[in-house]
């Protein structure tokens, strides 16, 4: 610790003094980039003047700066993997500065990837961040991806949210370059939803990790989604547009290599999709968004980052009728309404996050951050409807085949809504990496303060009737019209956290990689004045590694996998839908949900067809407390606001990824999960537990497939196809029904279609188009290729007899869609 401090006072000390004194050396300065199209910066490399032993090393952003002697001819030495390259430098006159740029040769690497030069440590998947930009479907991008990965499932393609391991879709963590991004919090369905956060043409890196993660990342139960934005090398530019919308993602870095930036413009427009719904009207969504990443390096020392977002969105939806065919093969029904009224929903969010990093060696990285989010959400609908629930003749013989034989019943029913929530998140951050050289060890810090501001106006009923008769329930007054479901609240609350983690990462051996990580996170909440200790733990080995590396790359006696265990508590302190029941009321005094994992894994190296692949298999037993329970509505969650639940979450997940094609990565994932929770609630004043209960995440199997494949005439013709399945999941009503088992909503079946024809692959010069564009596609989509009706919610309607029928609501049917990408 001593030492630490004394290299921060050092150079802080230097720092401040550096202008108040007159350099006696010349300077060269610059940027490392590889020949990549395009080209990528180069963290690490190690610059020397020849002949003097001590050097610097190039940034995250391959920027770097080199006192020379002055008057005097040198040459600069630049190591790094693989690679060992030389530059002359003519004299230069005391104080002067020199401007170059270097060009390191990718293909020297040696098969080491210059993004990440070492297997992923940890529970951690790295993801290729191009196939999140080539991935058919529907809302395409790097969320995507992940919902293809073993553990997660979704369901619903209009939607970036996800669930892991029988989480909800509030316990996961996404971070961008350290930024804790944050989800819309009063969106009901998919089609509301728009862009996610995240700008898949800005992405660098991808790490996934879907249970036993660091105590650096913070505190929800189940997943955290690490991404990492680039820092151009040069200028570049891509364009999109589809029949969904359109986007232009710019880069660049300034002559002198200190400043760059990338940035994003997004618009989405996707009617054409929620065309396909039961639901006839008028569609008018409208999503748009900016962001942008900045970089400037102060000088070799300091560096700030900025990186700001602003979203605006709406979704306004003018329904006129919804017809709907469901049953049984003994019994065909088919709901018919007419409705009329007007459904938006507005949601318009900033956010700001600035760093500051400072590296005055190579061994200490210090980041201070401060960040700002703000959003207003506003739900606005008055929906009126009359229905009429129809028997259809299903006898083929029959003459009257598929027409209505008989009325079963019929209503009428009114929806209304005025809800708008404000809510801004204020955080100021400290991080520090210290890693010593030659010594087996790195040790991780953080300390965080964050204020939490929240306003909720909360009102909506509603109405509906049965063959034109409103039941009274209280038997009051026949000449009373009764509502079901009325909230009316005004919420304001106010949440200050104090967040902190220490983290050592030791090499145990390095001859087999083993490898142990312990951490120890401190989360403390004012609103409730609670503090969760939650410590956590890693370690992976690589037993034959020290073999394997006397063997070639092709033998079949090469064993090469890594275990790997982990375990740990993982906590979520409520935020605030957590918080509020089904009347609106706050529980305040909700305590942090708990979970704790246990976690076994292997990875399997291995080749076949002469191409690299991965087997990767994790058993896991999450043992959950202090849960609260929760009933899902499509996208929405609704709690009980309060810690009733106890129960666990075990499962085992495995996939396999690598080149069945040549150059084209592709997976196969399949998970088991089993999650069950028995739950205490009062009935008749007393107090009761339910046996174990599935949850409404408990989906049983899921399973997924992304291929890529060429042509072998046409190597320019290629074709993608996303597949994804997922088995049947409970369903339950709110309130009392809760505490016994629900109904199911039927398996998740989908396969997506990308028929793309590469007209200019990146770097190819050998084409006239090559003057023009670094590449160029287009893209034929076919989504939901086989036509599948899968059911995401139910709507609840009786007949003449009072008795009730779920009526199934679908999602998107299929669909054509084109695509242009082009890049400069």
Known sequence: ??????????????????????????????????????????????????????????????????????????????????????????????????????ILPAKVLDGVDIKESKRPSGNIIKLNPKIATQIPGVGSGVESIVKTLPGVASGNELSSQYNVRGGSYDENLVYVNDFEVFRPQLVRTGQQEGLSFINPFMVNNISFSAGGFESKYGDKMSSVLDVEYRTPGKFEATGEISFMGAELNMGGISKNKRFSYIAGLRYLANNYILNSLDVKGQYNPRFLDFQSLLVYNLNRNWRLEWLSNISQNKYQLIPVSQTTSFGTIQTALKLFVVMAGNEVM?????????????????????????????????????????????????????????????????????????????????????????????????????????????????????????????????????????????????????????????????????????????????????????????????????????????????????????LRAATGYYYQPPFYREMRDFDGRINTSLKAQRSIHFITGADYYFKMWKRPFKLFTEVYYKDLD??????????????????????????????????????????????????????????????????????????????????????????????????????????????????????KIPAYRRLDAGFNYVFLKEGDKTKKLSKTFNSLWVGLEVFNMLGINNVISYLWVKDINNNVFGVPEFLTSRRVSLRIVASL
């Open 626 to 743: 202090y849960l609260v329970p929760f009933v899902v509505d499509n996208m929405r969650i609704r709690y009980y606001a309060d810690n009733t639940s106890h129960g666990y979450a075990t499962g085992i997940d495995t996939r396999i990824n690598g080149q069945f094609i040549p150059g084209l990565e592709s997976w196969f994932t399949f998970s088991f999960l089993k999650t069950s929770e028995q739950i205490r609630y009062i009935e008749d004043g007393v107090e009761k537990e339910t046996p174990f209960l599935r949850r409404p995440t408990d989906r049983r199997v899921s399973a997924s497939l992304f291929f890529q494949d060429e042509l072998p005439i046409l190597p320019d013709c290629r074709v993608n196809l996303n597949m994804v399945f997922g088995a049947p999941t409970p369903y339950f009503l709110p309130g009392q029904a809760r505490y016994h088992e629900g109904n």
């Open 346 to 562: 507005e949601y318009n969010s900033a956010m700001s996050g600035l760093s500051l990093v400072f590296e005055p060696s190579k061994e200490l990285t210090l980041k201070f951050m401060t960040s700002g989010v703000s959003s207003i959400e506003s739900e606005k609908y008055d929906i009126f409807g009359a229905y009429e629930l129809n028997l259809v003749e299903n006898n083929m013989g029959s003459d009257d085949f598929g027409n209505v034989i008989a009325t079963l019943g019929n209503g009428y029913f009114i929806n209304h809504a005025r809800n708008q929530l404000y809510y801004q998140i204020l955080s100021f951050d400290h991080k520090g990496v210290y890693k010593p050289i030659r010594k087996n060890i790195e040790v991780r810090w953080g300390l965080g303060y964050r204020k939490d501001i929240i306003e909720d106006a909360f009102k909506e009923w509603h109405y509906s009737d049965s063959s034109e008769y409103n039941i009274n329930p209280n038997h009051l007054s026949f000449d009373s019209i009764f509502v079901s479901d009325y909230i009316n609240s005004k919420i304001t609350i106010t949440n200050a956290r104090i967040q902190g983690f220490g983290q050592l990462t030791w090499t145990i051996n390095p001859e087999n990689a083993q490898q142990i990580t312990f951490g120890v996170r401190s989360h403390y909440s004012s609103i409730n004045n609670q503090n969760v200790i939650s410590p956590r733990l890693q370690y992976s080995i690589e037993p034959n590694r020290r073999f394997n590396r006397t063997v070639t790359n092709d033998s079949l006696m090469k064993r090469d996998y890594v």
């Open 1 to 102: 610790m001593q030492r630490i401090l004394s290299i921060i006072i050092i150079s802080l000390f230097s720092v401040m003094n550096l202008k108040g004194q007159e350099s006696q050396n010349a300077i060269v300065y610059g940027v490392i980039i590889s020949d990549d199209k395009p080209p990528k910066p180069i963290a690490d490399v190690q610059i020397l003047v020849n002949g003097v032993f001590t050097g610097v090393l190039s940034n995250k952003s391959g920027w770097f700066e080199i006192e020379i002697p002055a008057n005097t001819q040198v040459q600069l030495i630049f190591t790094y993997v693989g690679i060992h390259s030389k530059l002359n430098i003519e004299p230069l006159e005391k104080g002067k500065k020199k401007k170059v740029e270097i």
